[in-house]
């Protein structure tokens, strides 16, 4: 499928910039649906299923971070939050609520396609390499590449799309020490609003999702000065060999 044909929905209280988007980016032959209030989004997303939803967060009945939080609770669904805010602390709650990236108004038409096809991009490499995957099974712990299903301690967790990218990746490549440039590179494939400390706050949302106690992490484990690591297999190739 060609990153041209993916399906994107607009959702912007103002009139004027979702039609503006909208003519934009189905001349680049994107398949476009728009909305301008979050009730009419949830209908229009239940019915489109779009690949990617373009987010303001000011809306006249909710705040984007609420559609953001209810769009991934089901599917994997990327988002590109657009909006007027610029405050470090919203855009931290916007990569927490499940934002894959971050831009701010006054925008510019072609930046914007930039970081569509950036994310589009990595919808369509990732599960070329999960095909020839096998499910990733570290006890507690398992990762299922073509379902992209987490199960933890037994149960079922839901991650978004970029939080499971992010886990897979560092999975599927045990007991190495991944910088946050490396991390973004490999995973991002752009660096989200020109800062890597996003790196930090999707791994701290991955731990709360499938640590016991994400403040003493088992599975992902922070290299003090360099990044990241996934070293629970080893681990628990140490305590069998200890039996």
């Avoid at 980016?25 to 209908?43: F, H, M, P, V, W």
Wanted: net charge negative.
């Amino acid at each position: 499928m060609e990153t041209t044909s993916a399906k994107i929905l607009v959702v912007d209280d103002d009139v004027h910039i979702a039609n503006l988007i909208s003519r934009f980016l189905r001349q680049k032959k994107y398949q476009i649906e728009s909305a301008n209030d979050g009730q009419t989004a949830i209908e229009i997303f239940k019915k489109f299923q779009p690949d990617l939803v373009i987010l303001d967060i000011n809306l006249p009945d909710t705040l984007g971070y609420n559609l953001c939080a209810e769009m991934q609770k089901n599917s994997d669904v990327f988002i590109l939050m657009l909006t007027s805010r610029t405050d470090l602390e919203d855009k931290k709650k916007g990569f927490l609520t499940g934002a894959d990236d971050y831009l701010t108004k006054p925008f510019d038409l072609e930046e914007l396609e930039f970081r569509v096809q950036a994310i589009l991009r990595r919808r369509r490499n990732i599960p070329v390499r999960q095909a020839k995957s096998e499910v990733l099974d570290f006890g507690q712990l398992s990762i299922n590449p073509v379902t992209r299903e987490v199960i933890v301690r037994g149960e079922s967790v839901v991650l978004t799309a970029l939080e499971f990218d992010l886990l897979y990746f560092l999975a599927s490549n045990p007991n190495r020490v991944w910088t946050r440039e490396e991390l973004v590179a490999q995973v991002w494939q752009s660096t989200p609003m020109g800062d890597n400390r996003v790196v930090d706050v999707h791994i701290g949302q991955i731990r709360r999702k499938i640590e016991e106690d994400p403040s003493r992490p088992k599975f992902i484990t922070t290299i003090r000065g360099v990044g990241y690591k996934f070293d629970y297999p080893k681990k628990q190739e140490d305590n069998t060999s200890a039996g």
